[in-house]
């Protein structure tokens, strides 16, 4: 059963500070944790309802797939939970170890890399994971100046796509370009001014796309790496695209087109 201090260091993790002192984060409801299962990630914990999770056949595969399986009351899940109607489950895991998956991204002859630059809003940023998954892209880099990947509602929002693809928070983007500018990268800026409409964009086969705040844009220091700034035509009135939908357009574009 579960303890009071046990359920005290798992809701810890909800504090970001806790998350990164001990490299763990926490991820809720059933579908993204069978993602997870399915991706062979490594779960440290899990709590279920049992009132919520009586299959013998899903517990025994709970079992099976994480070190720990505790058996906990509505309440405690709830206490955990940043949903207003939590689904009975939790799970806490390691944050994700990228290896040396950077390596072989730059082996590749045809690849297609997402960056973000500012994107402070969890849910764009989940939603961008997912949005990156279903097109296929081969790695996505967030910057540090957009919103932790681990925030629960990332993660949430991210319905178990995290666990897809290779998501790296990368602490210095512009290193990071300069090496994709080395291994032959094409580099794409998604902005509205002095840019070229994306229809008359041939994308190459080594691409990266660098996705900003729909607010800010892309930072000056981001931007002066893109090798072609690309624009997505207007034609309402709206102010701004939201970024993970520009993020959509552009992605489906490249792989429909």
Known sequence: MLTKAKLASIKNLLQKKNREEEDKFIVEGWKS???AIHAGVEIETILYDEHRFEN????NSLKRSAKEVLVAKAKEIDAISDTVASQGIIAVIPKLSMGNKLNALFKKQIALVVVLDGITDPGNLGTIIRT???FGVDALFIGNNSVELYNPK???SSMGSLFHLPVIEEPDLKNFLEKCRTEKFTIYS???SNSNDIRQIGFGNKSVIIIGSESHGISKDITAFADSRILIPQFGKAESLNAAIACGVVLSHIRIK
């Open 56 to 59: 013998f056949q899903v517990i």
């Open 132 to 134: 990156c998954d279903w």
């Open 190 to 192: 998604t902005e509205l």
């Open 33 to 35: 944790i069978e993602e």
């Open 154 to 156: 990332v993660v949430r």
